[in-house]
């Protein structure tokens, strides 16, 4: 069974801490993904990978960095953390076939509260 | 610029009624794929359907059907005699190629009432 992992699924940090959100992906799925999902707003992409150390950025990378050094794993590193950072983090990755339209795998979230 | 708009915020149905949820899309582009996922409360987005431009076929599947209409950008979705395992927030996407990122509306959260 295919299994997109988040480390935490409630995490609580305050204002200026480092933070990781980490994400494992057993499928070995070339594209990873970082989303947030906020009320009214959907989900909204902070950054894609499509290789190993590989990045791109999505519609909202300010205040976040991402790494991914090893093709299961894709971390979210948030600087500084702020209030306005307080979201429910989405990890999903993607099996890329050539004329094959790929669909979003999830993990079940990690809620983040910033305080 | 691509851009998914889902109207209906929240729905309310009461079992074994159908309801229908709604998407429009806005692209240029000739060729694109239309999602749907399905939150439930749990959390987990899981894939309901995958549609690309040039197939406008409607599609049934169970108790769920969609509906694709270039000439307006509709991409709906249909329950028939829904299920209170049907509540949870839908969310309605679009892609322009393997390689280009995924663009979700805002959802629509069902909630079947038993």
């Known amino acids: 069974d295919v299994k997109v992992t988040q480390s935490s699924r409630y995490l609580v940090k305050r204002t200026g801490e480092k933070v990781f959100l980490e994400c494992v992906q057993d499928?070995?799925?070339?594209?990873m993904f970082w989303y947030r999902q906020d009320p009214g707003l959907g989900l909204r992409l902070i950054y894609f990978s499509y290789d190993v150390k590989m990045k791109e950025k999505g519609d909202i990378p300010e205040g976040y960095s991402v790494s991914r050094e090893k093709k299961e794993r894709f971390s979210l590193i948030l600087e500084s953390a702020s209030t306005n950072q307080t979201s429910m983090y989405l990890c999903?990755?993607?099996?890329?076939?050539?004329?094959?339209?790929?669909?979003?795998?999830f993990g079940s979230g990690t809620q983040l509260s910033v305080l | 610029a691509q851009k998914v708009t889902q109207a209906q915020t929240e729905i309310s149905v009461v079992e074994k009624e159908d309801v229908t949820l709604d998407c429009v899309y806005e692209t240029r582009d000739t060729t694109y794929y239309l999602f749907w996922y399905k939150q439930p409360p749990s959390g987990e987005l899981v894939f309901l359907i995958r549609?690309?431009?040039?197939?406008?076929q409607n599609e049934i599947s169970g108790r769920y059907s969609w509906n694709f209409q270039k000439s307006t950008s509709s991409f709906n979705f249909t329950i028939t005699a829904s299920q209170v395992v049907d509540s949870a927030v839908y969310f309605c996407a679009l892609r322009k190629t393997s390689y280009d990122k995924v663009i979700f509306g805002p959802g629509t959260s069902l909630s079947v009432i038993p």
């Open positions: 549609r690309n431009s040039f197939d406008e």
């Open positions: 999903a990755s993607s099996l890329v076939v050539y004329g094959t339209d790929e669909k979003l795998f």
């Open positions: 499928m070995d799925h070339e594209n």
